[in-house]
Nanobody, 121 residues
Framework: QVHLVESGGRLVQAGDSLRLSCVVS??????VGWFRQAPGKEREFVSS???????YYADSVKGRFTISRDSVKNTVFLQMNSLKLEDTAIYYC?????????????????WGQGTQVTVSS
């Protein structure tokens, strides 16, 4: 059974940095994505990494967030710098084994339970 476990979310201040981790078990995904969902809003794309090499970012995080993958540990990281109040959300990782639009939730087959990131002023 495929399992995704996110960790690293916590309360931080604006301008701080945070690194999220997503450990994938029992699957070798083609791509891994990070999405986030703020209260009252839809889940939105944040970043993805394809074949451990090609990366994609939402405009709102480009230049501040970096996605990376440790294939040996089957873990994907999301390094978040210069955090803003609007980055507050539950962050989810997701995986897919098939090609698709990696900015779309529909491209992903398995999801983690999420980790809360709260940015305060």
């Amino acid at each position: 059974q495929v399992h995704l476990v996110e960790s690293g979310g916590r309360l931080v201040q604006a301008g701080d940095s945070l690194r999220l981790s997503c450990v994938v078990s029992n699957e070798s995904p083609l791509a891994v994505g990070w999405f986030r969902q703020a209260p009252g809003k839809e889940r939105e794309f944040v970043s993805s990494i394809l074949s451990g090499v090609t990366t994609y970012y939402a405009d709102s995080v480009k230049g501040r967030f970096t996605i990376s993958r440790d294939s040996v540990k089957n873990t994907v990281f999301l390094q978040m710098n210069s955090l803003k109040l609007e980055d507050t959300a539950i962050y989810y990782c997701a995986i897919t084994t098939r090609p698709g639009n990696l900015r779309s939730r529909r491209a992903y087959d398995y999801w983690g339970q999420g980790t809360q990131v709260t940015v305060s002023s």
